[in-house]
């Protein structure tokens, strides 16, 4: 049975308006936030600073050693039956104060603590006095004294790895920036001294003092110790301070054997000419010599700049 031709518009008419509504496109209200140029972007949280700020110093001033050291000397020789003799010498070594130069860097955390690294270097000067006396136990030969200067240096370069902590003294109203810091050090340390030694001998009955050579040879050594230390900073402006501070550097002492030269020498009353002061007579006079004994320990006084990041 045909259908009828307003039934057939009706289903047609039907067709196209849903065929119309699914091909429109979606209508919003208001603007598309997405497509505001102008809108801010929320970038997260920012990442955590390891550091808060940063401080290098540059410093200067004094270096005070602390090395005081007495050598001693002692020996007798001669026959059982003949003259005999005894030679004595009285070293005292002596650093002297001498320029410093340092730089560190501190980091302080976000909990305010400070973590400061740095260097020193200090190259003292080594005073040696002797102090020589030889007598005869017979009295065949005249007693003899004799004083030498010698001389050397000490050198020291610490590097350190701090705790560092600020904290503010009131001063006349006002508050002035302090500072204290503690910790491990490992010293590159290095002596050489040289002086003038007596020693005696007795030869076919004959008597007589001679002036030999000694010295410490240039040696260098590494060490373990520690330093601790204080001071103040004198602010210019946010970025720029005036620092001043004193440090004192413990190292432990160390001990260096005398070395004798061997050679042709004469005597000083010319008894005895051209001995040859062989090795082994070298090595009996330093048996009875004690140890040169050199603190590396040393005080420091300085200034610099300051630069905070």
């Not at 259908?3 to 067709?15: D, G, T």
């Not at 209200?29 to 955590?48: C, E, F, I, Q, S």
């Not at 020193?120 to 004799?146: C, H, I, M, N, Q």
Request: charged share 15%.
């Amino acid at each position: 049975m045909r259908k009828s031709r307003p039934a057939y518009f009706i289903c047609a008419a039907l067709a196209l308006a849903l065929l119309a509504t699914a091909s429109a496109p979606a209508q919003t209200r208001g603007p598309d936030p997405t497509r505001d140029p102008k809108r801010k972007v929320d970038p997260g949280p920012a990442p955590r600073k390891l550091w808060e700020r940063v401080e290098i110093s540059l410093t200067g001033g004094l270096g005070l050693p602390l090395t005081r050291w007495t050598t001693l000397h002692f020996a007798e020789s001669g026959p059982a039956s003949g003259p005999r003799i005894t030679a004595e010498n009285k070293i005292k070594t002596t650093s002297a104060v001498d320029l410093f130069v340092g730089a560190s860097a501190t980091f302080f955390l976000p909990s305010g603590a400070g973590i400061q690294a740095g260097f020193g270097y200090l190259k003292a000067g080594l005073k040696s006095a002797d102090r020589f006396e030889f007598r005869s136990v017979a009295g065949t030969a005249p007693a003899y004294t004799a004083d030498a200067l010698g001389g050397g240096e000490l050198t020291s370069v610490p590097i350190f790895l701090c705790l560092h902590s600020k904290f503010q003294i009131p001063l006349g109203g006002r508050k002035i920036q302090a500072f204290t810091s503690i910790g491990p050090v490992i010293f590159l340390n290095s002596v050489l001294t040289e002086t003038t030694a007596g020693a005696g001998t007795v030869v076919a009955d004959r008597a007589d003092a001679f002036l030999i050579p000694a010295a410490v040879a240039d040696t260098t050594w590494t060490a373990f110790g520690a330093t601790a230390g204080g001071g103040v900073d004198l602010r210019f402006s946010t970025f720029l301070a005036i620092t001043l501070e004193a440090r004192y550097y413990y190292a432990p002492r160390k001990n260096f054997a005398w070395t004798w030269t061997p050679g042709i020498y004469d005597g000083v009353f010319r008894a005895i000419t051209g001995l040859n002061f062989t090795r082994a007579l070298a090595a009996e006079n330093e048996r009875n010599m004690t140890p040169l004994t050199v603190d590396p320990s040393f005080v420091q006084f300085a200034g610099g700049i300051k630069f905070i990041f």
